[in-house]
C-alpha cells in the first residue's frame, strides 16, 4: 500500500506555459464533446430505450461540467476570501454526497455507498467546499476503477493526528506502479493537457485549494486492488468545551 | 456474410456506447476495450478488421499500443482509426506509418464520419 499526502504548491502551480485558463478550457472540452456527440445520436436513434438512455447520459454530462464551472467560479472566490469553517458531522456530507451522485453512478452501473464509518467527532469545515472535494474524487473513481465495482466513502478518526480522514475508495485493477507516480507527483497541480487521460488534474489541483482554505489536506492511497482519494480535517473540539 | 468486426478502444464509457451503437447499426460486429492493456489481448483474440483508437487512454497511451501492434507482424497490418480531441496537433502523415488510416476530430465529427472513416479503412 503508498500512500501520498498532498500538499498544493504555492504559486507557479501550472507548468510548462500551461495556463489555467487552457487547462479550464481542456478540462471542459471532454463534457462538451460528449455532449455533441450524443445529441446528434439522439437525433438518428428512433429506439425508445436508447433514446432514454442518451437522453440521462446527457443531463449527467451537463450536470458534470456544470459541477466542474461551479467549482472553477468557486476557486477563484477561495484565492480571494476566507470561507467560514464550522463544526459539522462528516457523515451528513458524505450522506449528501451519494444522494447527489445516485443518478450519476447508476447510469453507468454502479453503485456509490457509504462504507466504513466508525464512530466520529465533528470536524470543522466548510460543507460546501467538503462536499465539492468529495464530489471530485466520488467523480474521479468513476473512470478509474473497475468498470463493475462499487465505490465506497469511508471515514475514520486518526486519533494521534487529531483529524478525521474521509476516504472515496474505488476497487478495480489498481493503476500501474508508473501510472501511480505520475498521479502522486501531479495531484495538487494542474497537469500539463497531456500529462493524463481526459483529465488535465484540474479536479484534484481544486480541491487541493479547498482543502487548504480549510486547514485541511488531501491525499491517495494505492492499494492492491484499487486507491483511495482522502481529505483529511481537523477535529472540533468546540463540543469538549463545552 | 459474415460482420466485419471492429475494435473500440475508448475510456469515456459512455462514447465507446455511442461508437458502438452507431458501428452495430452500419452491420459491424464489434467489441470495446477501455484501456490498451485490454486492447492488446482482445485484438489478440478477436483479429479485428479494423480499431477504432482514442488516443489519450488511461495507463498505456494509443502510441505504445500502436508500437507495440507495429511488433507483431500479423496486428501490424490491421487499419486504425484514430479520434481524439487532439487531432489538430496530429499530422495522418507522422502516424501513417503505425497503420492509422484516418484521424478524427471528436470536436467537429459527424455520426456519419466515424462509419465513414472504418468503411474507408476497410476498403
Given at each position: 500500500m503508498e500512500q501520498a499526502g498532498i500538499r498544493r504548491q504555492k504559486g507557479g502551480a501550472f507548468l510548462g506555459g500551461v495556463t489555467p485558463l487552457s487547462v479550464a478550457a481542456h478540462e471542459l472540452k471532454s463534457p462538451l464533446v460528449l455532449l455533441r456527440q450524443l445529441s446528434l445520436d439522439l437525433e438518428m436513434t428512433s429506439d425508445e430505450h436508447d433514446r432514454a438512455r442518451i437522453i440521462e447520459q446527457m443531463v449527467q454530462v451537463s450536470e458534470?461540467?456544470?459541477?466542474?464551472?461551479?467549482?472553477?467560479?468557486?476557486?477563484?472566490?477561495?484565492?480571494?476570501?476566507?470561507?467560514e469553517c464550522t463544526p459539522l458531522n462528516p457523515l451528513s456530507v458524505c450522506d449528501d454526497v451519494t444522494s447527489e451522485l445516485a443518478r450519476l453512478y447508476q447510469a453507468h452501473g454502479r453503485a456509490l455507498r457509504i462504507g466504513r464509518i466508525r464512530q466520529l467527532p465533528p470536524v470543522v469545515a466548510n460543507r460546501d467546499l467538503l462536499r465539492r472535494i468529495l464530489l471530485n474524487f466520488a467523480d474521479n473513481a468513476l473512470h478509474y476503477g473497475d468498470v463493475d465495482g462499487v465505490v465506497e466513502l469511508q471515514a475514520q478518526l486518526l486519533r494521534e493526528r487529531g483529524r478525521v480522514r474521509i476516504a472515496v475508495r474505488d476497487y478495480g485493477p489498481g493503476l500501474p506502479l508508473?501510472?501511480?507516480r505520475n498521479l502522486k507527483n501531479s495531484l495538487g497541480q494542474a497537469q500539463p493537457v497531456h500529462a493524463r487521460p481526459q483529465s488535465s488534474g484540474l479536479g484534484l489541483y481544486i480541491s487541493a485549494q479547498f482543502a487548504d482554505a480549510m486547514n485541511a489536506r488531501i491525499g491517495a492511497i494505492r492499494h492492491r486492488d484499487g486507491a483511495s482519494f482522502y481529505v483529511e480535517l481537523p477535529v472540533s473540539h468546540q463540543m469538549s468545551l463545552l | 456474410m459474415t460482420a466485419q468486426r471492429v475494435v473500440v478502444i475508448e475510456d469515456d464509457q459512455w462514447l465507446a456506447e455511442h461508437y458502438l451503437r452507431l458501428l452495430r447499426r452500419a452491420g459491424y460486429e464489434t467489441y470495446h476495450a477501455p484501456h490498451a492493456l485490454l486492447a492488446i489481448d482482445m485484438i489478440d483474440d478477436v483479429r479485428p478488421h479494423a480499431i477504432l483508437l482514442d488516443v489519450l487512454l488511461t495507463g498505456m497511451t494509443a502510441l505504445a499500443l500502436l508500437h507495440e501492434l507495429q511488433s507483431h507482424d500479423d496486428l501490424a497490418t490491421i487499419p486504425v482509426v484514430l479520434a481524439t480531441n487532439l487531432a489538430d496537433q496530429i499530422e495522418l502523415d507522422d502516424v501513417a506509418g503505425y497503420g492509422v488510416k484516418r484521424v478524427l476530430d471528436k470536436a467537429t465529427m459527424y455520426p456519419d464520419d466515424v462509419v465513414a472513416a472504418i468503411r474507408g479503412a476497410l476498403a
Open positions: 458534470k461540467a456544470l459541477r466542474l464551472t461551479g467549482d472553477i467560479t468557486r476557486s477563484e472566490a477561495v484565492q480571494r476570501s476566507l470561507f508508473g501510472s501511480w | -
